[in-house]
């Protein structure tokens, strides 16, 4: 299970003041190992926004089979007190200079987010640190932690995208690989069986600077961030690297499967299959770029058709997804109402089979990837977004020049290049076809 970080992030980020920045972030950046983390610093021209993101091994992957809920529970004590504040003195010193930490898990990490001014940032990294290292786990805090996400689990049920979701992911991916989620039934089973001893122990086990990645990004100075991380964590040690682990390969699931919902006025449908490949491979861009003439906003295939002109749909898309750490997925994912969903697969699947078939044209190629390279430089034009962006490349194992090169390789992609990564590792018929909501078929 994903949970969320438990403490908002600011919903406005600043706009980097020099739109020439995104275009030499490695030159920008300083980066250095400070007591075993991995710290990544860039100034930019923005005046007084500081903004942190970090990962360290600690994600569902490192949950026990005994219970495999404790990345969740470990992450969901760190915002609950720590041995020297409880969790309202936490909330107040934050919220006095309208400062946000927050944590939250993924498959394979905890994740980490920061949002601060310029003059903060020594109370809030030091708080940061705080948390991480030292927990107060509170038994009453346990207690209620463990409520809290049941309680977020139950009313996540309630959602078609996240019941079809998890059809999929559990379809697709083989028992054993990191981004197959547990079964409800097995993860609220393991919340309310799970104890603070093995919270704890968990923690211990892997929470450290082995495996940490901070970035910091926006109205900073370089070497006074080196010496304020390396004061907070001064000592600090643990974690282990997480083994990567086989790839998914062909799982025999039933090929569609449909998760009936009474009284939903939409039908969620997921389609797609493990791809094999991590982001940064080869074929990865030119299966993405490809992937973005198919289904990505307005001008992709599907929308214009299924949505536009056959109106069938809500919204509908296509994307790769969670490649960062591991090999991912390739998904179409869209929304139609109960009566529309026949039409809407059968033309879903007529635009799957041309686009297979005979993949895209050069005119779709060169506005493609004049779109997607477009995207990836707004992705840069935040703080936020050139953190995120930062922290993504070091977790795919790519140096940092990537981000700089990444508009040369995309537009050195070739037709054959694209269309050959689409009909090679892609195949329509051993995709998975979910289904959530009311469908009257499954009734």
């Not at 969790?87 to 993924?106: M, R």
């Not at 907070?232 to 083994?243: I, K």
Request: hydrophobic share 45%; net charge positive; aromatic share 6%.
């Amino acid at each position: 299970m994903k949970l969320r970080s438990s403490l908002s992030i600011f919903a406005c980020t600043a706009l980097l003041s020099c739109s020439a920045f995104a275009a030499s972030v490695a030159q920008n950046a300083v980066r250095q190992s400070i007591g075993g983390i991995d710290l990544v610093v860039v100034k930019t021209g923005i005046k007084d926004v500081v903004t942190i993101r970090g990962t360290l091994a600690a994600g569902d992957a490192r949950s026990p089979e005994s219970n495999v809920a404790m990345a969740d529970l470990a992450a969901g004590m760190l915002d609950k007190g720590t041995a020297t504040r409880d969790k309202f003195a936490i909330a107040k010193a934050l919220g006095d200079v309208g400062a946000t930490i927050g944590f939250g898990t993924s498959a394979s990490a905890l994740n980490i987010t920061a949002k601060c001014l310029r003059a903060d940032l020594p109370m809030v990294m030091n708080l940061l640190a705080e948390q991480l290292r030292a927990p107060a786990f509170s038994a009453d805090e346990f207690g209620k932690l463990k409520k809290q996400i049941a309680g977020q689990v139950a009313r996540s049920l309630e959602e078609t995208d996240y019941r079809a979701n998890l059809a999929f992911v559990r379809a697709i991916y083989p028992k054993g690989h990191p981004n197959r989620e547990t079964s409800t039934e097995e993860y609220l089973a393991a919340i309310d069986k799970a104890t603070l001893a093995e919270v704890k122990a968990f923690h211990a086990q892997f929470y450290g600077p082995v495996t940490m990645r901070l970035v910091v990004v926006g109205d900073v100075d370089a070497a006074a961030v080196s010496s304020e991380v390396g004061k907070v964590f001064s000592g600090w040690a643990g974690g282990s690297a997480q083994p990567r682990g086989a790839r998914a390969g062909k799982v025999d699931a039933v090929r569609e499967q449909a998760v009936f919902m009474a009284d939903k006025t939409n039908v969620t449908l997921i389609w797609g299959q493990a791809t094999g490949l991590r982001y940064g491979e080869p074929d990865v861009l030119a299966l993405r770029v490809g992937t973005a003439a198919f289904g990505s906003g307005f001008t992709g295939r599907l929308m214009a058709t299924v949505r536009d002109k056959d109106g069938l749909t809500y919204g509908i898309g296509a994307f790769n997804s969670n490649d960062v750490f591991l090999d991912g997925d390739w998904r179409i994912q869209g929304n139609f109402a109960p009566e529309m969903l026949a039409k809407g697969i059968a033309s879903t699947r007529k635009q799957l089979m041309l686009w297979h078939k005979d993949g895209i044209s050069a005119a779709e190629l060169a506005d493609n990837k004049g779109k997607y390279v477009g995207a990836y430089k707004l992705g840069l034009s935040t703080t936020a977004g050139m953190a995120g962006v930062i922290l993504n490349t070091l977790n795919e194992d790519l140096p940092l020049s990537y981000i700089d090169e990444f508009g040369d390789k995309v537009n050195a992609l070739t037709l054959e290049q694209v269309n050959g990564a689409i009909k090679k590792h892609l195949n329509p018929e051993q995709m998975v076809m979910i289904k959530a909501g009311t469908i009257p078929a499954a009734k």
